[in-house]
C-alpha cells in the first residue's frame, strides 16, 4: 500500500512526422488503482520502500498518433475538447510504499513504522535546498511523497529531443488532473467516542502543496484527505483534484506535487502504509 501521486499533464501536441490517419489509434490500457495491484511473491520477503516512477498508457507518443488522427476527420477547433473529454493525457506516477508514522509531537525526527527514522528515498532526487527549505519535517508535519515535475513525459522522449528547436517549442505543460491515492490511519483510539468511524473531530490527515525553485508555493496549500476517527484499520482512499482546484491553478511547468502527512494535538498519529 502506501501512497501515490499520478499527474495527468498535456502539452502543445503536433502531429508526428509519420503519423498515418489511415489506421485507427492503438488502445490504451485500462486505467486502475496501482494500490488495488497484487503483490509479487517476492515483495512479502523483499518489501521495496523505494518510490516508484513510472509513465503509464498512453504515452506521449500515443497522444501524438491520437491527435493526428481525430485532426484528419474533425475541425480543428474540436480536437482539443475531444482529447480533454476522453482524458488523453499522458500520465507520470509516483508511489511510496514506506511504512511512516507522523505524531503530532516528536522528538529526534519523524518515526517509522519499524522504530527507524523517516527517509523517504527521495532526498537525493529533490536536493539538499529543498529538504532544508521547501520540504522541511516539523512536529505533527512530514512529507511523505513528492510528485515528478510537471511535464515529465519520459526519459527516453525527453533525451531524443533535448536541445532541438521542436523540443524548446512543446516544453512548456500544463497539469489537467492529479490524482492521490492513499492508505492510512489514526491511532485508533480517542477521548471522543461518539465520532469512531466516522470522519468528524479528526485530527489526522494529508494535505499537498507545490514545490518550486526548492520552496513552498505560497498559498499552494490545502487538505485533501482525513482519517477515519479512532480507525482500527488502514483504509484507501482516493482524491482526484481537477484543474480548477486551488492548489492546480497555481501550478506551473516543471512544479512537484508534494503530499504531507499531518497529525494534531497530543495523542494523534497519522500512520502510512
Given amino acids: 500500500m502506501g501512497a501515490s501521486v499520478s499527474q495527468y499533464a498535456d502539452r ?3 502531429a508526428p512526422l509519420n503519423a498515418s490517419p489511415t489506421a485507427p489509434p492503438p488502445q490504451t ?3 486502475s488503482s496501482p494500490l488495488s495491484q497484487p503483490k509479487g511473491f517476492m515483495s512479502y520477503f523483499i518489501p521495496s520502500s523505494e518510490p516508484t516512477h513510472k509513465h503509464r498508457h498512453p504515452t506521449v507518443h500515443d497522444t501524438q498518433l491520437i491527435y493526428a488522427y481525430i485532426a484528419s476527420r474533425l475541425p480543428g477547433e474540436l480536437v482539443g475538447r475531444v482529447m480533454d473529454e ?6 507520470c ?5 514506506a ?5 503530532s509531537r516528536v522528538k529526534g525526527g519523524i518515526n517509522m513504522l519499524d522504530g527507524g527514522l523517516w527517509e523517504t528515498g527521495q532526498e537525493a532526487e529533490v536536493g539538499e535546498a529543498a529538504v532544508e527549505r521547501g520540504l522541511r ?11 515528478s515535475p510537471i511535464g515529465c513525459f519520459g526519459e527516453q522522449e525527453e533525451e531524443q529531443e533535448a536541445g532541438t528547436e521542436e523540443h524548446e517549442r512543446r516544453r512548456k505543460a500544463w497539469v489537467k488532473k492529479v490524482v492521490i491515492e492513499t492508505s492510512s490511519r489514526d491511532q485508533g483510539w480517542s477521548d471522543h467516542r461518539q465520532h469512531y468511524g466516522t470522519y468528524e473531530g479528526s485530527h489526522s490527515w494529508f494535505e499537498i502543496s507545490l514545490l518550486r525553485n526548492d520552496q513552498e508555493v505560497p498559498g499552494s496549500r490545502a487538505e485533501i484527505q482525513f482519517n477515519v476517527h479512532a480507525g482500527q ?4 482512499h482516493t482524491n482526484v483534484l481537477l484543474r480548477d482546484h486551488p492548489t492546480l491553478r497555481l501550478a506551473k511547468d516543471g512544479d512537484r506535487v508534494v503530499l504531507w502527512a499531518k497529525a494534531l494535538y497530543p ?7
Avoid at 137 to 147: F, P, T
Avoid at 267 to 273: L, M, Q, R, S, Y
Fill in 29 to 31: 490500457l485500462p486505467a
Fill in 267 to 273: 495523542g494523534w498519529v497519522n500512520a502510512v502504509k
Fill in 93 to 97: 506516477w509516483r508511489a511510496q510504499r
Fill in 99 to 103: 511504512k511512516m508514522v507522523c505524531p
Fill in 137 to 147: 519535517c516539523r512536529n505533527g508535519e512530514a512529507w511523505y511523497l513528492v510528485s
Fill in 12 to 14: 502543445w501536441l503536433p
Fill in 86 to 91: 476522453a482524458e488523453i493525457w499522458p500520465v
Fill in 233 to 236: 484499520f488502514f483504509k484507501e
